[in-house]
């Protein structure tokens, strides 16, 4: 069992930064997958960026490429994601997940999900 607790959502002006944190309890935090997703107010829930158990392998949605910056500490069992260069359309809730399989790193079936955090861009 894996608990999952994002923090460092909030409010922002557009062209700005924050970093969302994702803290990570239970056992086994280097043998996951761990991804980020999002969900805007009448959407789907999206892939943002994953990033594999050992940092080896990282992915990120096309519109987020060069913006956003996955990264984990494995001393921490912590996941972050860096957000810089922020625009209105990414406001959402923001959601950490965790798997063991890279197969679906970039598809909303994770196993462990937290219970998100709200970014929200104001133009």
């Known amino acids: 069992q894996v608990q999952l607790v994002e923090s460092g959502g909030g409010l922002v002006q557009a062209g700005g930064s924050l970093r969302l944190s994702c803290a990570t309890s239970g056992r086994n935090f280097g043998s996951y997958v761990m991804g980020w997703f999002r969900q805007a107010p009448g959407k789907e829930r999206e892939f943002v960026a994953a990033?594999?158990?050992?940092?080896?392998?990282?992915s990120y949605e096309d519109s987020v490429k060069g913006r956003f910056t996955i990264s984990r500490d494995s001393a921490k069992n912590t996941v972050y994601l860096q957000m810089n260069s922020l625009h209105p359309e990414d406001t959402a809730v923001y959601y950490c997940?965790?798997?063991?399989?890279?197969?679906?790193?970039?598809?909303?079936?994770?196993?462990?999900w937290g219970q998100g955090t709200q970014v929200t861009v104001s133009s």
């Open positions: 990033i594999s158990w050992s940092g080896a392998r990282i």
């Open positions: 997940a965790a798997d063991t399989r890279w197969t679906i790193a970039t598809t909303p079936t994770y196993t462990y």
